[in-house]
């Protein structure tokens, strides 16, 4: 007579069929974001930086009506992601003590404002999470789901999870343009080291390939030139900022080259490029056909252009933050951060390459 199970063993087929469930209700896509203050979702509040969105009004329009460590007033562009792409909820900041047990199973969210491409951007903000060490993380959090639900598992997660990663903008506005003379800036010319930047994140995306992740949409960096903070410091009559703006347009041409080279050499589309530049530019040169009445003033901050210093209680606040592209110096508002994921999902190829979210994610289901 066969000797029935134990209660652990029990305990264990339970647990598993149930994690199981719930990598089912999710649709079997876990959701992984990294890089800056543009996607991060509170991880530095749990850090002595000053790179920080803790405090009103950051949150303002939040659904808790409070600050969440979101450069935002409401949502950020991972969350709507989330939304578009049939999560329960975002993933959590990986430093969030609450992302434990099933919760992993969403995901998890490894960014932090301030970092850059290179490990020497962001170094005034101190004790932030850079690249290298979100990678680290990203590890780590694969051995915590190893834990959970076991190895070939968490590899299939991992493999179908949908990965967001956005960098670049920091290794410009807070490196290279910091102070007149940086000491990158002294060492490169701009083209020289726009292609230095180029060439250190093709190894950061091929070590998140190598990692496991299959599908990464990369963002490429906005029109920086065009932000309040650039607009106040550098602008004349409120024209964007020359030297910022032909930066961006030696950085993302050259970033969707490097994408497109990783497929060729991986042999599949693994890398999807997203043309956010592009999509700022349509509501900075168009503001009014989007229902903004600026796209230079932010809501929230001081000094022209609202572009000074950061956004805190003692700021200019705007009463109706959806008619504003700018909700601070140097981050979309909600309301523009849902006109950016709508590029992402259904834009055509001016906007993503080799092709929009929806087609990647339709192409999936049918695998």
Not at 328 to 353: C, L, W
Request: a positive charge; aromatic letters at 10%.
């Amino acid at each position: 007579m066969a000797t029935p199970p134990s209660f652990a063993t029990l305990y264990s087929i339970i647990l598993g069929l149930f994690l199981a469930y719930n990598i089912r209700r999710i649709e079997g896509r876990a959701f992984l974001v990294f890089g800056d203050s543009l996607v991060d979702s509170g991880n530095n509040d749990y850090l002595a930086t000053s790179a920080r969105a803790d405090s009103p009004p950051y949150g303002i329009d939040y659904p808790t009506r409070r600050p969440t460590g979101r450069f935002s007033n409401g949502l950020n562009i991972p969350d709507i992601l989330s939304e578009n792409i049939g999560s329960q909820e975002p993933p959590l900041p990986y430093l969030s003590p609450e992302l434990t047990g099933k919760k992993l199973l969403v995901g998890a969210n490894f960014a932090s404002a301030g970092v850059g491409i290179l490990n020497d951007t962001g170094i005034q903000f101190a004790n932030i999470i850079r690249i290298a060490l979100q990678l680290e993380y990203f590890q780590q959090y694969q051995q915590r789901v190893s834990a959970l639900i076991g190895a070939d598992k968490t590899k299939q997660l991992v493999n179908q999870a949908l990965v967001l990663i956005t960098l670049g903008g920091n290794d410009f506005v807070n490196n290279y343009y910091l102070v007149p003379y940086s000491a990158r800036s002294r060492q490169y010319s701009l083209p020289d080291y726009v292609k230095f930047l180029i060439s250190e994140y093709q190894k950061v995306l091929k070590k998140l390939y190598d990692l496991g992740a299959r599908r990464v949409l990369v963002t490429g960096t906005g029109p920086m030139g065009c932000v309040p903070a650039e607009l106040a410091q550098r602008s004349r009559n409120g024209q964007c900022a020359v030297e910022l703006q032909r930066a961006s347009a030696l950085f993302n041409p050259q970033l969707s080259q490097i994408l497109q080279k990783l497929n060729s050499n991986i042999g599949k589309n693994v890398f999807i490029g997203a043309n956010i530049q592009q999509t700022h530019n349509d509501f900075i040169s168009n503001p009014g056909a989007y229902g903004f009445v600026t796209s230079k003033i932010a809501c929230c901050g001081q000094g022209p252009y609202n572009g000074l210093g950061l956004c805190t209680p003692l700021s200019n606040l705007c009463p109706n933050r959806a008619l504003y592209a700018f909700w601070d110096a140097f981050h979309p508002s909600e309301k523009a951060n849902r006109i950016i994921v709508k590029q992402i999902m259904t834009g055509t190829t001016q906007y993503m390459t080799p092709m929009n979210l929806s087609t990647i994610l339709a192409m999936d289901s049918e695998a």
